[in-house]
């Protein structure tokens, strides 16, 4: 049979219809009842006549009715068969022709797909309970599809009795799980509940749609654990499963809330969530997606997907708690949030219209669709097991780092460099500003740039990391800034520090602390640059780039990289600023001398002819005179080498004749 294009299914799940008007985002509506309570009926959905399939289900009694309901315009709802009988009517041979007499009797429980064709919509069906064409009631496994187009049913494979093991197909059984690929026109069913109303080790098979063959798909040694009653989502070859219950008989057993993934491309299973808790787990607010947050653990839940969407939603169910939230999947982020959270007591009032005060209540075994913006729920049960003729839709409303789809009204998830706040109908995605980014590991939401890290430009995907010389914090607005002169940073550093003595920094240097070239320095730490060593003074990396005092006996000119020795007859020290320095005359040094020296007594008679006898005339009236009235003719010798420039007479006295002239004033009088 020709196929073009598909439609998700699983069982109790109902995906999509056309909605005329909408609500105000995040509240419910109550719609007009079918005229017929049930639970865990089985159902699809046909887009191109805009119309929700009904099929069986029970209600205290095994139900064999078809219904649709007329969604194009005001909810209404058409009986196509208001009964079959439990015992359902096969032809001869499996794969004869579809007829208006044939018609599978009393359904619940069985896995559903939806196929688009060229010949119409085709509503597939698998196994679930039954009564065969015997009456004998139980699970069984075989195939049928319903051509919405012509109006018959048509059995195309497996036994006509329940509980009939045939070779090469899946065993009977209740509550699987299914989906239904695209690409190969295959309907997959996974899992269920066996006879014992035991929950079968998880197996997967492929039922080929053109040639009616069944096939067994591979899985590796991890692969999750049997389950029934769960949600199955697709994304093109990507299988999801999750929740369910793994006991016996619907007691005694575990309820489940872990996900997983199966990639039909390489046979392989991935555990995507395996929580800690059986319990609800919320880290973040509605409308948020988190790694932490997951739902309760449950089974007979309400789970919906629109048509080839990446986000699923769950509800209500038997399990951990109240199962009275809207939970949403992430096929993108791989992570859930919950949407919001209701009254456990449902309302049946405001028929029609949108209300704060309606809510759907507390309920399992309910059908699920999301279509044109909202997710819907159909019929269920409150714990009295008679079912409930409930239809409610919530104007959906799209989280954090995701967008409402002008034309499907679906929620997709923003680019990488934008998002849009939780709880939005935004078209589109505003670009994250200056400073932040988004992409997966974000959940899309912008977020900011950590300490060391920056986003120069809006719409950024990621932040880099700020380079030496530069800071980013929220002072910054983490954009990455310059250190001021005289500090710097390391690379990916919330703060600038002072650059040491001996070195500086400005943006000359990139920010980056140098050491002073030979000859300059930086006495402390935070220079924005190097000064010039004055004469005395040198630098080089041995005195750490700081300006330092030659040593006595040395000296420099400005801008030195090092001392020289003073050479002989000069001297430095302190009092020269350590400036080589000639000594005075009549003393002498030799080379690196810190003080000079008074010359040998061997050289006093090379400088007595420089003072002759004729001077003595001329000195010795000025000085006798003065310093004799004065001071005792015995210190007149000690005190005149004080004032003498060279301090030769100090020793003049002692050393020879030649100094009798500077007594002579004292025997003038005579």
């Known amino acids: 049979m020709p196929r073009s294009g ?51 289900g029970y209600n205290g009694t095994n139900l064999s009715d078809f219904l649709y309901a007329s969604i194009s315009g005001s909810l209404s709802w058409t009986t196509i068969s208001a009964g079959y009988g439990n015992i359902g009517s096969y032809p ?16 619940m429980f069985s896995g559903t797909a939806t196929q688009k064709t060229a010949y119409g919509t085709i509503l597939w069906l698998f196994g679930g309970s039954s009564y065969g064409n015997d009456g004998v009631p139980g699970p069984i496994n ?156 449950r089974w007979k839940l309400t789970a919906a997907q629109a ?53 759907p209540g507390n309920v399992f075994g309910a059908n699920g669709a999301v279509y044109n913006g909202r997710f819907y729920t159909f019929f269920g049960d409150a714990g009295a097991f008679t079912g409930l003729d409930l239809t409610y839709s919530f104007e959906i409303t799209c989280p954090a780092g995701f967008f409402r789809n002008a034309t499907t009204l679906q929620c997709s998830v923003c680019s990488a460099g934008s998002s849009n706040a939780a709880n939005n109908v935004a078209s589109s995605c505003s670009q994250c500003s200056t400073g932040q980014y988004s992409n997966s590991s974000t959940g899309f939401v912008c977020t900011n740039c950590g300490n060391g890290y920056g986003a120069s430009s809006p719409g950024s995907s990621s932040c880099s990391l700020c380079p030496a010389g530069t ?49 300059e320095g930086a006495p402390s730490e935070g220079y924005a640059a190097c000064g010039t060593c004055s004469a005395g003074q040198y630098s080089n990396s041995s005195s750490g780039r700081v300006c330092t005092d030659c040593p006595a006996g040395y000296g420099s000119a400005s801008g030195s990289a090092q001392c020289s020795i003073c050479p002989a007859g000069q001297y430095s020290n302190s009092s020269t600023s350590f400036v080589c320095t000639n000594c005075q005359s009549g003393y002498s040094s030799s080379a690196g001398a810190s003080s000079c020296t008074l010359l040998a007594p061997q050289q006093a008679p090379q400088q007595a002819p420089q003072q002759a006898p004729q001077q003595a005339p001329v000195q010795a009236p000025v000085q006798a005179p003065v310093q004799a009235p004065v001071q005792a003719p015995a210190q007149a010798p000690v005190q005149a080498p004080v004032q003498a420039p060279v301090q030769a007479p100090v020793q003049a006295p002692v050393q020879a004749p030649v100094q009798a002239p500077v007594q002579a004033p004292v025997q003038a009088p005579v």
């Open 6 to 56: 598909f439609y998700f299914a699983a069982a109790a799940l109902l995906v999509s219809f056309a909605i005329v008007s909408h609500a105000a985002p995040g509240e419910w509506t109550y719609w007009t009842p079918s005229g017929a309570p049930r639970y865990q009926a089985i159902s699809w959905t046909d887009e191109t006549n805009g119309r929700v399939y009904i099929y069986g």
């Open 92 to 107: 001869t041979n499996a794969g004869d022709p579809a007829a208006a007499n044939l018609h599978p009797g009393h359904r």
């Open 142 to 297: 075989d195939v049928w599809y319903y051509n919405t187009t012509s109006g018959f049913w048509r059995f195309v494979s497996g036994p006509k009795k329940t509980t009939t093991t045939v070779a090469g197909s899946p065993s009977p059984r209740y509550v699987t799980q299914a989906w239904f690929h695209k690409s190969t026109g295959r309907f997959i069913i996974g899992g269920g509940e066996d006879s014992a109303f035991s929950s079968l080790p998880f197996d997967l098979w492929s039922f080929d749609t053109s040639s009616f063959v069944w096939g067994q798909l591979t899985s590796g040694s991890t692969q999750p654990g049997g389950r029934n009653n769960g949600a199955a989502f697709i994304d093109n070859d990507t299988l999801y499963l999750g929740f369910g219950y793994n006991g016996t008989g619907g007691s005694g057993g575990n309820y489940l809330n872990d996900f997983w993934s199966y990639s039909l491309s390489t046979s392989t299973w991935t555990a995507v969530r395996l929580p800690a808790s059986f319990s609800e787990a919320l880290a973040s607010s509605d409308n948020v997606f988190s790694s932490s947050n997951d739902p309760a653990a």
């Open 307 to 359: 048509e080839g969407s990446r986000i699923a939603y769950i509800t209500g169910g038997v399990g951990v708690g109240a199962m009275n939230s809207l939970w949403e999947f992430s096929m993108d982020l791989k992570q859930w949030t919950r949407v919001v959270q209701f009254s456990t007591t449902y309302t049946t009032t405001n028929v029609g219209t949108a209300s704060a005060s309606t809510v």
């Open 471 to 519: 800071l980013s914090n929220g002072g910054t607005g983490f954009i990455c800034s310059n250190c001021s002169g005289g500090t710097s940073s390391a690379p990916g550093s919330a703060g600038c520090t002072a650059c040491s003595a001996g070195y500086y920094s400005s943006v000359y240097t990139n920010l980056i602390c140098l050491p002073c070239p030979d000859g």
